[in-house]
């Protein structure tokens, strides 16, 4: 029998941390009341000092393979952070759901048969079963999915809002609201608002009245181009395809190619998803993706005649003052003016050959392609490659500055998404332009001067003043880069061929996916093809079940094939009479479903009501757990507002743009809508860093099982690592399936513990920064509970090993010290020094003979946020018989935080001399004697003191005659 059956090890860590994760959900511990609505509690809510805290965490997606350690790095954090702030007395809101729709679960079931719901729910199982063995104090009750029916129906309820909803621009004094389109419709009958294409909106037919209120609405139908994948027969988003222009899934060839597609105006709020951020407390580097990925630029829109046409090529350019340098025009080959631009016939007498492509006529040349533009990718298009592609149109146009004609290129290094999908080349001033010049023996003009030593082979990409830019009724010429851009917008404008505008980078989002797997539309289409949104009576439009979730592939390379979705099976379920107000009718419903992102645009608001049937959250309770603050977050602009939101969201960087973007849309239009008293969906954002692991790869590159690899020492004391007796190498990245390198949870919580694992992972440095999975290396943490547990338990009898007496002076000063700093690394999410605080802590009480109650209990009220089972075990064996969860943080007592000795520098004419231990509350008089007193000052002021600068405690500067 053991000498120590009650020490600490991984089986009684596991013993105590089920049952403590047992009562706690019996008892229901971590639950938070709300004001109102199924789960409320209003004397409950009114009983919490610290007010409101809505914790979150970014939506996981239920993979199959389950969780490997690098997954709770953030969920641990969160946990940390909600248990320190429900022990100041706050009311924390902290549940977990998952973001399950999504297409792993739908290939699963192309391969297998089973019905992806099946995969789903129980991929959720085993992820609940792990994240409830790790001990987080969530809100069970709140924990939704987006596949449940009862979640994607007010999904659907959105989608019909946003589609009822148009962007006034300028309302709420130019910055722009949503408004229901119903506003839109009583603005043109009653003539307040006109067409502003001159038709009389009382003439219009209703399919075009229909039409015309279509080009408002906030989600529309449009063709749009897209990644079109026959291989797989759906579009791909942008990031579904690899830079070589092939589907990440399968590795078919994708077709930029026009379909018709639901898309969401999100450009409309472009300004203030901007100007928005600003009033965020985000981290910086996330504000400048977002920036990045909308693109505002200032710059003028400018007309240039099609030669022979009355048409002409609008482009927009943010440097207006280069016109004059602009020697062709380059168009995108999905541009709609191709098929106007181009000559029938030969081409013209005057065509360089290697402007052809090699082809006989111009619309053999832009055909072949264009054909070969669609089969890249926009990252590859936009690749910063010296040789560039292209073919002359055989058309002309006539730069409106000079009057002269230059020829129209096709090339795909332009985007038809970015701008109007045309520029005007200037290669003296465009590095890009500049080669492809060089490649096409095409003229270039310098419009501003080169700085000395400029490189002549370059274009020249910097200010200078401006040159070659005048004509009979303007000159630049001398003129810097801004006041040269002021006068030819202003030139442009009085001309009639130009204006001042602003464009963006940011598209329009398109929301159609041929997919099973995914919430579908609320929306059903008549004869004409004209969409109805369903009300809300009618919700949720469930999944039918089809006997084959997969898109029907198509040949490869047919890129004008038209997607058939696994919906378009469902032949029953895909038409249906219905009495939408006009009697019963016939409609077929849209084949489509919503992308993976719809549901995490909003779930972070169903957390808040998850059982109202009525609506998909209570107003009351979104003001209280996200209304805005009286105080807006720190750096906002004079006099903002504060946005409200969720107080603190942890997630990868790795969702800057897209799901952070997306969700900022979907909530400013249920704000402006009234739905929401909140402007933002996330008042303050922490990214948190990676787990990193080692991976290993034999002579074929193929990776091999990490656990399998043997490390030898050689000789030389250099590493090297075998599998099976054959060298690999290492190499350092991420943990995942695919680089074998995984290492679970469970794995952990066998062999350690799940507080020890809590402890490792908040212990191996800064939140914010990746580091590198060292099993090895958690041993520490575990001795640092140990000790925990030592200073408070016998090991031989398992009772309290505490005194009641007093604590000595220094025991107290150490204790309040690290209660004062503990306290700040929580509420700063510097977990790591927390847990070094802690560590010195414990290892001072270790050396007492006994440790008195008042200590021991303090060190398990610090310690309970990140070993929380453990904490609770030692509170009940010292006494206590309710959870310590809402027990008060420990409070550091002033007296014992003032120093009483610091180190006091001695300077002699400026430079140091001398240090010396002196009180912490000495006077100036005193350690100016002191200083003067010294050896070393004594023997450098032998001829005077001219001064005496004092700074007591911590400075003395002797200044010698």
Known sequence: MSETPHRYTPELAGQIETAWQDRWEEEGTFRAPNPAGSLAEPEAVANFAGGPLYILDMFPYPSGAGLHVGHPLGYIATDVYGRYQRMLGKNVLHALGYDAFGLPAEQYAVQTGQHPRKTTEDNIVTMRRQLRRLGLAHDERRSVATTDTDFYRWTQWIFVQIFNAWFDPDADSGRGLARHIDDLIAEFDSGARVLSDGRDWSGLSAADRAAVIDGYRLAYVSDAP????????????????????????????VFRRNMRQWKMRITAYADRLLDDLERLDWPEKVKVMQRNW????????????????????????????????ATFMVLAPEHPLLDEIVPEGDWPQETNPSWTGGEPTPHAAVAAYAQTAARKSDIERQALVKDKTGVFTGGYATNPANGERIPVFVADYVLMGYGTGAVMAVPGQDQRDWDFAQTFALPIVRTVQPSAGHDESMAFTGAGPAINSANAEISLNGKEIDEAKADMIAWLQAQGLGEGTTTYKLRDWLFSRQRYWGEPFPIVYDDAGQPHVLPASMLPVELPDVEDYSPQALDPDDELSEPIPPLARATDWAQVELDLGEGLTTYRRELNVMPQWAGSCWYELRYLDPRNSAAFVDPDNEAYWMGPRETAVAGSPPAARDVGGVALYVGGVEHAVLHLLYARFWHKVLHDLGHVASEEPFRRLFNQGYIQAFAYRDARGQTVPAEEVQEHLGADGELSWSWQGQPVVREYGKMGKSLKNVVTPDDMYAAYGADTFRIYEM??????????????????????????????????????????????????????RTIAAVAQDYADLSFNTAIARLTELSNALTRLDVVPREAAQALVLMVAPLAPHLAEELWSRL?????????????????????????????????????????????EAELRDRALALPKVIAATADGVRTVIVRAPKLVNVVPL
């Open 879 to 923: 006494g206590h018989e309710q959870s310590l969860a809402r027990e008060p943080f420990p409070v550091a007592d002033p007296a014992f935080l003032v120093e009483e000795s610091v180190v006091c520098v001695v300077q002699i004419g400026g430079k140091v001399r001398e240090r010396i231990e002196v009180p912490a509350d000495i006077g």
């Open 763 to 816: 212990s191996m440095g800064p939140l914010d920064q990746s580091k590198p999975w060292e099993t090895r290396a958690i041993v520490g943490s575990q001795r640092f509970l140990q000790r925990v547990w030592r200073n408070v338990i016998d090991e031989v009898t398992g009772a309290a090993r505490v005194s009641d007496g007093p604590m000595d002076t220094a025991t107290a000063r150490v204790l309040h």
């Open 294 to 325: 909308i693109g505002r630029s200032q710059g003028a829109l400018i007309a240039f005649p099609i030669v022979g046409s009355g048409t002409s090529i609008e482009v927009f350019t943010t440097r207006p003052d280069t016109l004059f340098g």
């Open 226 to 253: 897209v990644n079109w994948c026959p291989g797989l027969g759906t579009v791909l988003a942008n990031e579904e395809v690899t830079a070589e222009g092939r589907s990440d899934i399968g590795n078919y060839p």
